[in-house]
């Protein structure tokens, strides 16, 4: 029996994520910040930057945090502070965006992938030992879509092998893991605030947190040009700073980022009971032994698996999740695919040799998830709107 929306909610579009009602909530402290810093003419470094890297340390539970240009950049300049040296090998997951990987690639690594888990979209912590050769240097663990990996685990292999561990915390700032947040638990943590995350800046933005005060300093001389000093320079770095304006901006969104966060959650709790009398969607699971922050809200769509799955020339192939996608956004309602192609079979990383078949679990994901409608201000009207959407969606 199909369910028919109730007609005022039927004609609302509703988007993946809107950042213009935030906006209205903070609008007038963004404007003053803005202002302030205009009217300081002081836009690179200075103590708007420290007063913020002070605070993100502090709510971290870090030490250490210098910032830097982007989530990706966080990435290289952590991974370039470990020495990675050519033929190294870091072992992360190829179910995350490519920066992850692209980092790796760019110190000269090799990124060495494991599957998933199905319950947490996360590399599966019990895969790691095997992938573990005398090359490797470090573990990356990616703590997608808000939901913390299991670092108990990751720590303890580590541990035992004499690796580093670097967390990519773009998707979970805030996250918990065994009380303590993600990026405080491995060696470094990197960030992004880039502006979809949930701690997101009005332009491009990121951090490594540290409690190593000697990493954190090379980070800080690699990122300045390789120079400890100005205008004497010890290695080739790069120029990657958070802008004053930035930093400002940061400033004012960090005192509101647990309330956002709890938010999410909430709607998290909202969607795991709309959807619970529905078949043929599986519900994200809350993390077990940590806390996630949902940068997404994450469903697996199983449907007829792609016929063309293994040809090279088409590794996009449309799946059942995506005809429910185009017929929910007929309807109004906008939802994403993160991510439609597991980096192992990206043709950029052809040269690193895998097939498709060999990580089915992340193979599998990339066919199904669909992420719905997920941001701290979305309300329970327009959630309802979307779970009978994709309900009628999966009837037809
Ligand atoms: C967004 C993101 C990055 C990169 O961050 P940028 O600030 O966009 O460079 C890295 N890893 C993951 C998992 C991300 O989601």
New binding site residues.
């Given amino acids: 029996m199909k369910t028919v929306p109730p007609l005022d909610l039927a004609v609302k579009n509703i988007p993946p994520l809107d950042l213009t009602r935030q906006y209205k909530l903070i609008g007038e402290d963004l404007s003053a910040t803005v202002a302030e810093v205009l009217a300081s003419g002081r836009y690179i470094g200075g103590s708007v930057v420290e007063n913020f890297e002070t605070q993100f340390a502090g709510y971290i539970g870090t030490q250490e945090c210098v910032t830097c240009n ?4 966080a ?1 290289y300049l952590a991974l370039r502070a470990l020495q990675m040296q050519p033929g190294d090998e870091v072992i992360t997951t190829a179910f ?2 490519i ?2 990987a692209e980092a790796i690639t760019l110190v000269g690594a090799k990124p060495v992938f494991i599957d998933i888990d199905l319950a947490t979209f996360n590399f599966n912590p019990a895969q790691l030992a095997a992938a573990i050769t005398e090359k490797t240097k470090a573990i990356l663990p ?1 703590h ?1 879509f808000g939901n913390p990996t299991d670092m108990t685990a990751v720590m303890a292999i580590a541990q035992k092998h004499g690796l580093a561990v670097i967390e ?1 915390c ?2 979970s700032t805030g996250a918990t893991w065994a009380g303590k947040k993600t990026g405080s638990i491995g060696h470094i943590g990197c960030f ?3 502006p979809t ?1 949930n701690l997101g800046a009005c332009g ?3 951090a490594v947190t540290t409690n190593d005060p000697a990493l954190a300093a090379k980070i800080r001389m690699l990122k300045e040009h390789g120079s400890r000093a100005r205008y004497y320079h010890e290695e080739i770095g790069v120029n990657s700073r958070l802008d004053a304006l930035q930093a400002a901006i940061l400033q004012v969104k960090l005192r509101h980022l647990d309330a956002w966060n709890a938010q999410r959650q909430a709607v998290a709790e909202r969607y795991h009971q709309l959807l619970t009398p529905v078949t043929g969607v599986q519900k994200p699971q809350a993390a077990v032994g940590g806390e996630s922050v949902w940068n997404q809200y994450t469903v697996l769509i199983a449907g007829d698996s792609p016929a063309n799955n293994g040809n090279e020339s088409n590794l996009i192939p449309v799946t059942y999740r995506d005809r429910v996608r185009e017929r929910m956004q007929e309807r109004g309602v906008s939802s994403m695919v993160y991510y439609p192609l597991p980096l192992h079979l990206q043709s950029v990383y052809k040269n690193l040799g895998y097939q498709v078949g060999q990580l089915p679990v992340t193979e599998q994901v990339s066919h199904e998830v669909l992420s719905l409608p997920m941001f701290p201000e979305l309300s329970p009207e327009e959630q309802e709107q979307v779970v009978y959407t994709l309900k009628d969606c999966l009837a037809l």
């Fill in positions: 982007s989530g990706t950049d990435l995350t965006f920066a992850t990616v997608l990519d773009a998707q992004s605030f880039f995350k491009d933005g990121g």
